[in-house]
């Protein structure tokens, strides 16, 4: 699709919150939170003319590589949130995109997210083959702390495994990101979720996971660090780490 005359290098978009997008104690699933923003992010691809429909053009989609979440607090049932968006960096096959929440005048979320260009023929990673220097990048973050390297090789305990299903993938015919996170949230104390205790949570995505391949789940509880990882045949397709308040 062409450019849209709506375009702008940073887009704020408004939504309000849905009751199927909440916990039992009314506030927003973390999972939920993640398809807003990447939502959001997509929307002001699709804006800017570098959208999955663009991209297949030439066989080519945005996956994600890494999200790093700060959150202050959650947003609740019926409530109206604002997603701010704008691109950090975009070179060659690699991008940087930032994303706030806002409730009111209230930064509640910040978000950064790392994502490569894949060719869905040969699933290879390679330079976007679209023009994108109409996007303005911007040097700002919006998160304190940046991407960290999460420590996956220390001893984990097994908790579960879990077999891709239908309803697990997407459009690039593959396991969600999304997908991957409810597969660990899962497993973990639900009073840490009725308490909004996550204070960031950091996401990395290595490998992709297919429909009926069967995946390992595993998790390390140091204090109020949890790391989860995702594997198939002993490699790591996936790792998550949640900090807690």
């Known amino acids: 699709m062409p450019i849209s005359p709506n375009f702008t290098s940073i887009l704020h978009e408004e939504k309000e919150i849905t009751f199927l997008q909440c916990y039992p104690n009314g506030y927003l699933k973390y999972t939920d939170l993640c398809n807003i923003l990447q939502l959001t992010a997509a929307t002001h691809a699709e804006l800017g003319g570098i959208s999955f ?37 975009l070179e060659n096959s690699r991008s940087i995109r930032c994303l706030e929440m806002y409730l009111g005048d209230e930064k509640i979320i910040g978000c950064e997210t790392f994502w490569a260009v894949f060719n869905t023929k040969t699933r290879r990673p390679e330079n976007l083959a679209l023009p994108h220097e109409h996007f303005q990048k911007f040097p700002e973050r919006a998160t304190n702390e940046a991407f960290s390297k999460i420590d996956f090789q220390q001893e984990m305990n097994f908790t579960g495994n879990h077999t891709v299903k239908l309803s697990d993938l997407d459009i690039v015919n593959h396991a969600n990101s999304v997908k991957y996170l409810e597969w660990c949230l899962d497993l973990i104390d639900i009073s840490i979720i009725k308490n909004q205790q996550i204070e960031s949570l950091e996401m990395n995505y290595l490998k992709e996971v297919s429909l009926n391949e069967t995946v390992d789940l595993k998790q390390k509880v140091n204090n109020k660090n949890i790391v989860f990882t995702i594997s198939k045949e002993e490699k790591t397709n996936f790792a998550l780490q949640l900090y807690l308040k």
């Open 53 to 89: 429909s663009d991209m297949q053009e030439f066989h080519q989609a945005w996956v994600l590589s890494r999200m790093r979440l700060e959150i202050k607090r959650l947003p609740k049932w019926k409530d109206v949130i604002t997603v701010k968006t704008w691109i950090n960096s």
